[in-house]
């Protein structure tokens, strides 16, 4: 059975900074992508950065310059450093992964984690 789980969520005043990290385990072949989605109260959940297995990553406009996304493939692990964290920043972060296993190519969530960052 593949899961993924999170860490890093909390509360931190605007301008602070925190690290999301994500965890898949199981019998895994290999992760074709991964990501770090949010979903704020009342609204609907968005991608917040993607990293791919060549390593190529993308970024929503509102955290580009502020979020970096990075993975370690030894560890199928991904992170998202979050620095000059903004009130509108507050969500509960989910983890995505699009992997494969023996149970075949299938996407995952991890089961979310809340940031909130304080004015």
């Known amino acids: 059975q593949v899961q993924l789980v999170e860490s890093g969520g909390g509360l931190v005043q605007a301008g602070g900074s925190l690290r999301l990290s994500c965890a898949a385990s199981?019998?895994?072949?290999?992760?074709?992508?991964m990501g770090w989605y949010r979903q704020a109260p009342g609204k609907q959940r968005e991608l917040v950065a993607g990293?791919?297995?060549?390593?190529?990553?993308n970024y929503a406009d509102p955290v580009k310059g502020r979020f970096t996304i990075s993975r370690d493939n030894g560890k199928h692990t991904v992170y998202l450093q979050m620095n000059s964290l903004k009130p509108e920043d507050t969500a509960v972060y989910y983890c995505?992964?699009?992997?494969?296993?023996?149970?075949?190519?299938?996407?995952?969530w991890g089961q979310g984690t809340q940031v909130t960052v304080s004015p």
């Open positions: 995505n992964a699009d992997l494969s296993s023996i149970l075949g190519r299938r996407i995952y």
């Open positions: 199981g019998v895994i072949f290999s992760i074709n992508a």
């Open positions: 990293i791919i297995s060549g390593g190529s990553t």
